[in-house]
């Protein structure tokens, strides 16, 4: 028989489909560096090295799809995106490649997380169904799943499922240690206004 591929194959899943309600605006259309936030974290997720990137994209579609430059990602409309995080993550699982061994989860609207942040958790998992930042105040994304681990995330609803399956299955996790507190997210202006503040930018209109 011939031996198993001695390359991991990985593959990114960057949730971009939120409605943004919170925020009056599409979070992944706000100006962050000089282009879309939503593009930022694709140019972390392209760094990362990653064999397949898969981008769920749902609020707003059409003008994130214009807006957003989408190179060497795959894109998928996840038209349930009001049911949360969990809808995006099953509608993305239907073009992942049959060989991904692992899933890296991160989230579009966090542009903190670095690639040195996904290259550690991926060397720290060794073969753990599941691995997760555990950062100074406590765990965050990215998270790591194993191909094993796939039939479940299918079955996840929410906008919580992610983090109920950490719970249940409390004995397969790997928390890696990552230093500094968990990357913002943008769920209101004035958190957009934090991650801003944070990476030393202003807001520029179009």
Known sequence: ?????????????????????????????????G?????HTLNTARDCGFHQIVVPIG?????????VDFSGAEVVVNYAYGEGCSS?????????NRRCDVLVLLLGDQPGVTPETVR???????????AVCRYEDGRGHPIA??????PQLAD??????????????AGDVVDVPIAGSVPL???????????????GYTEVTA
């Open 1 to 33: 028989m011939p031996s198993p591929p001695a390359e991991t194959f990985v593959t990114g899943l960057v949730l971009g489909a939120g409605g943004s309600t919170r925020l009056g605006r599409p979070k992944q259309l706000l100006p962050y560096g």
């Open 35 to 39: 282009r879309p936030l939503l593009e």
């Open 59 to 67: 609020g707003a579609a059409a003008d994130v799809r214009e807006r």
């Open 88 to 96: 995006s993550i099953a509608a993305a699982l239907g073009v992942v």
């Open 120 to 130: 550690a958790l991926l060397e720290a998992r060794g073969d753990a169904p599941l």
């Open 145 to 150: 799943f194993a191909n094993n681990v796939f």
């Open 156 to 169: 996840l609803h929410g906008d919580k499922g992610v983090w109920r399956l950490l719970d249940e299955r």
């Open 185 to 199: 997210d943008v769920d209101t202006p004035e958190d957009y206004q934090a991650v801003l503040a944070q990476a």
